[in-house]
């Protein structure tokens, strides 16, 4: 994981890799991060669905023990794209996918209930709590899908919330 933000960081413009190192920095961005600690904070599970608004979507199973390994099974199924908000995109292929959700399985028990070409939701019963830990997935979230473009903002919310949602456009 950290490969990956290491790697973001050096095909960040020169110009802007000050910033980027600063909030990849655990000790700087934990400093930043606003309390309490201790506690879950409310997540929006549909949020995502409101972005579609009526739009057909279509439901495809996959017979997989867990959501972690639809990655691989599917490799088109979840494609992330750079767009001029984050030409720093690191690519990613269908195992590295299932290694960040994997991770996140085994430590939060995150659980993968949509995912389209350009979206992921994971419901997350055990997200992290104390200071360190949330600063640590922050980091690690923010080089996963820097689309989210605000690591203090992950920090403050949807890291400790029992739903996690990803998107490239």
Known sequence: MKEVTRARIEATPEWDRA???????PARLSSM???????????????????WGSARLRLLLVNVESGHLLPPKVPGLLKRTSTSASP?????????NQAFIQRWHERYGAEVFF???????????????????????AIEQYAYCDDL???IELGNGQVRSNYWSFWWD
């Open 88 to 96: 720093n995109v690191v690519d990613l292929s269908p195992f590295d």
């Open 33 to 51: 991060l606003d309390g309490p600690w201790g506690e879950v904070l409310p997540g929006d599970p549909l949020s995502f669905s409101r972005r």
């Open 149 to 151: 473009l605000d690591v």
């Open 115 to 137: 995912m389209n070409g350009t979206e992921l939701q994971l419901a997350v019963p055990r997200p992290p709590v104390s200071q360190g830990e949330v600063t640590e997935l």
């Open 19 to 25: 910033e980027e190192e600063m909030v990849s920095d």
